[in-house]
């Protein structure tokens, strides 16, 4: 039997969980406040960009089974389970704002006690959480009402921007926190059409799950924190990074994803995520050395890869033109949230350098932020044209194989900052380039 399931909160992952909850035929209410995003929506357009999305959103809109609204109220005496897909911003001190939680969790008691609502209703907290946030929102939603009977859950979300569609289609594995056997039965119900594969549910308490998307997350930042520390060596000993990847990436127990060196992770959960592990576990008085060190390596790594930029081109970059290729934290995505070519961008632009970017979904969301400060190209050899250097900061696929016989043509000089090893040093010297790269030698022509 289909469900009707609202989702609260309809970003990157509200609005990829309750499409694909559509398409495999339940009904679904997408609660969001942005008037904006909720008027594209219902237009069948995704306010994001995600692969593959826009395309199941149209249909299950059309169809219906999709329906967006501002109205909570709507959602609540619709929907059993609501789905909490709310942001969860960092603080001052790095701890988790969790005000958009627990405010949603309060209204949802609000208005279940208003409409005496005593059907049961399942508050699930999809949002990244710090442990002990299930027991914040029960006593949120008991100090409202203790009459009328309101599960909680937590089911954190690992999906991946840019693969969103597919990991919410085919998860890799689904974590539900419950100790409710109803909710438990329900949740295993409406993940069933996603785990036809065999992929596991895991069940286990609301404090294990809140713990798992941390440890995840922060996990996958240890592996590429280690890559960049370690590229800093490998700079110094002369050595490539790039063999010492592949070595070592073939070795099962290590694994060939998540050590690429860069220019540090960005987006909008790592940072965020490190950041809130550490503020619980020195809370709770077991600090996470290896965590708070996978964030200071993080913050240096920009730091030494702008180092280099202003080694090569003078502490005063004014009247230097700098072309930026990539603007996303990652490929496949349009989110900027803490992306590394920010950092970049503030070191450049406060050094008075002339500064032309490119991306291909990423400029929208880069012009609400720099405005005029910036020019912005509309493909990427325009962004070259006339520059004095190009620093690539994202590694989208159109950047892999250039021309760059044409770019060497339109440049003023022919230096590359490649922050994401995109090319091969030597075949950079034999284009002509006086090319810098993450852990690798320097090559001049
Ligand atoms: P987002 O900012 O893209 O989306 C949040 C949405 O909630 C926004 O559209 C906002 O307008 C809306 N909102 C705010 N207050 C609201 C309210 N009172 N009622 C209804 N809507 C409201 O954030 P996101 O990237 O989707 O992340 C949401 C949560 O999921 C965060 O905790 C994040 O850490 C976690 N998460 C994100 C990802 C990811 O890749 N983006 C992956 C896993 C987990």
Redesign the pocket.
Known sequence: MPHTIAI????????VSGTCFAEVGNTVYC????AE?VSMIQAGKS??YEPGLEILLERNVRERRLIVT?D?RQAVRACTMLFL????PPNEDGS?DLH?VL??AT?IAEIIKEEDIRDGRVIIT????PVGTAARVRSAVDAVTKDHPIAIASN??????GF?VEDTMKPERVVVGTGDAHVRELLCDVYEPFLSNGNPIFIMDEKSAEVT?YAANSFLATKISFMNDLSAYCETVGVDIENVRQGIGSDSRIGKRFIFPGVGYG???FP??VKALIHSAREAGTPLRIVEAVEDVNIAQTERFIGRIVKRMGEDLHNIRIALWGLAFKPNTD?V?EAPAFRVIDALLSRRASITVYDPEAVKNTSRRYGTSIHYASNMYECVENSDCLVIVTEWNEFRKPDFARMAQSMNHRIMFDGRNMYHPYDMQMEGFEYYSVGRPDVKP
């Open positions: 609260v909160g309809t970003g990157y992952v509200g609005l609660v969001e406040v942005d995003k306010p994001i501002d909570l897909c709310l942001p969860t988790a958009y405010e949603v209204e999809r949002s990244t959480v954190p979300e690992f999906l991946r921007e969103a998307k987006g909008s959960c965020k995520d989110d949230r």
